[in-house]
């Protein structure tokens, strides 16, 4: 098993687990709102409540990081696939070892080659109006 392959094994197991902790969550959450319910003489809001926004807090927390994962596995997925594409057309990445290239080196740039002056180039001339028709507005 390739690295590449332990990390994407690694992230699904997380993401199984993420959705393990919600459901158990929530579970408790609605056992947690069931039973002050209950116990409570008449309906009272404030549990019913609090249980609705820890819903909401445990689903934003669980969408978040199942997003996060999946715009992990996506960049990993754009990163191999980006090797694998500069290996095919031998532009292999460098090796650890070796230094990578300068970009501010203090050797003088290379002069861009003139263009020639491009003769004088006019616009194209508009085509000549047939002289026998003429436009004229009408009310």
Not at 14 to 26: H, M, P, T, W
Not at 30 to 52: F, K, M
Not at 77 to 91: E, H, T, Y
Not at 108 to 133: D, L, W
Request: glycine share 8%; aromatic share 2%; net charge positive.
């Amino acid at each position: 098993m390739t690295e590449g392959e332990m990390r994407a094994d690694l992230m699904g197991w997380v993401q199984r687990l993420v959705g393990v902790v919600f459901v158990i969550g929530l579970v408790a959450l609605v056992t947690a709102v069931v039973t002050l319910v209950r116990q409570a003489e008449g309906v009272p809001p404030l549990p019913i409540y609090a249980g609705l926004v820890g819903a909401v807090a445990l689903i934003l927390l669980a969408g978040a990081c199942l997003a996060l994962m999946s715009i992990a596995a996506s960049a990993r997925r754009g990163a191999n696939a980006l090797q694998q594409m500069a290996s095919r057309d031998g532009l292999a990445a460098p090796v650890a070892g070796s230094t990578p290239a300068r970009p501010f080196t203090p050797s003088p740039m290379r002069e861009a080659p003139e263009e020639p002056e491009p003769e004088t180039i006019s616009a194209p001339q508009r085509p000549t109006r047939p002289e026998g028709k003429r436009l004229v507005a009408t009310r």
